[in-house]
Antibody, heavy 118, light 112 residues
Framework: AVQLVESGGGLVQPKESLKISCAAS????????MYWVRQAPGKGLEWVAR??????????YYADSVKGRFTISRDDSKSMVYLQMDNLKTEDTAMYYC?????????WGQGVMVTVSS | DVVLTQTPPTLSATIGQSVSISCRSS???????????LHWLLQRPGQSPQLLIY???RLESGVPNRFSGSGSGTDFTLKISGVEAEDLGVYYC?????????FGSGTKLEIK
């Protein structure tokens, strides 16, 4: 069965950095584009970032709200995807989900909470 | 960015009732490759979202066939034929045709 397990969340102060991770299993990770989606408390879903596969040069895409501050990366040898978050803002407080699948949203992790507060 | 407008924002239904949710896009979601990347998700209370329908009308494996999707271009509909108690939660449409991917604002389904 497909599993996506996020980790690394926590409480940080504004302008600090945090790196969250997602461990994938149950599918051929190297063939799959990977995504991060977030959800602020009590709010809707927001797509954050996408990374494509090696044949697609690991191309990356970002929401305007995080462009220049967040970096998505992957390690196919470990079936891991990461989100490096720099210069965090209070508005980045959210549950962060790792997702995958042919639609991009077939599979979801349980999410990891990131809280940005002074 | 593509804006997806979902209506209604909330929906109250009795068990067995059929309901529909609309998702209208600010641009056509027909991709140049012929696919329309419009999908439907359900987020039950306290859970991660799950995929119900992909590519407008294709039922995700394991999803009951009381769920169906239809539409084209800019107008899309999710229909539940005979609501069951487990269907409560928030329904989202999401588009993957145009970057950045965008979600609708959600429709909360309550059971009377």
């Amino acid at each position: 069965a497909v599993q996506l397990v996020e980790s690394g969340g926590g409480l940080v102060q504004p302008k600090e950095s945090l790196k969250i991770s997602c461990a994938a299993s149950g599918f051929t990770f190297s063939n799959a584009a990977m995504y991060w989606v977030r959800q602020a408390p009590g709010k809707g879903l927001e797509w954050v970032a996408r990374i494509r596969t090696k044949p697609n040069n690991y191309a990356t895409y970002y929401a305007d709200s995080v462009k220049g501050r967040f970096t998505i990366s992957r390690d196919d040898s470990k079936s891991m995807v990461y989100l490096q978050m720099d210069n965090l803002k209070t508005e980045d407080t959210a549950m962060y989900y790792c997702t995958a699948g042919r639609s991009g949203f077939d599979y979801w992790g349980q999410g990891v909470m990131v809280t940005v507060s002074s | 960015d593509v804006v997806l407008t979902q209506t209604p924002p909330t929906l109250s239904a009795t068990i067995g009732q059929s309901v529909s949710i609309s998702c209208r896009s600010s641009q056509s979601l027909l991709h140049s490759n012929g696919n329309t990347y419009l999908h439907w998700l359900l987020q039950r209370p306290g859970q991660s979202p799950q995929l119900l329908i992909y590519l407008v009308s294709r039922l995700e494996s394991g999803v009951p066939n009381r769920f169906s999707g239809s539409g084209s271009g800019t107008d899309f509909t999710l229909k539940i034929s005979g609501v069951e108690a487990e269907d409560l939660g928030v329904y989202y449409c999401v588009q993957g045709t145009h970057a950045p991917f965008t979600f609708g604002s959600g429709t909360k389904l309550e059971i009377k």
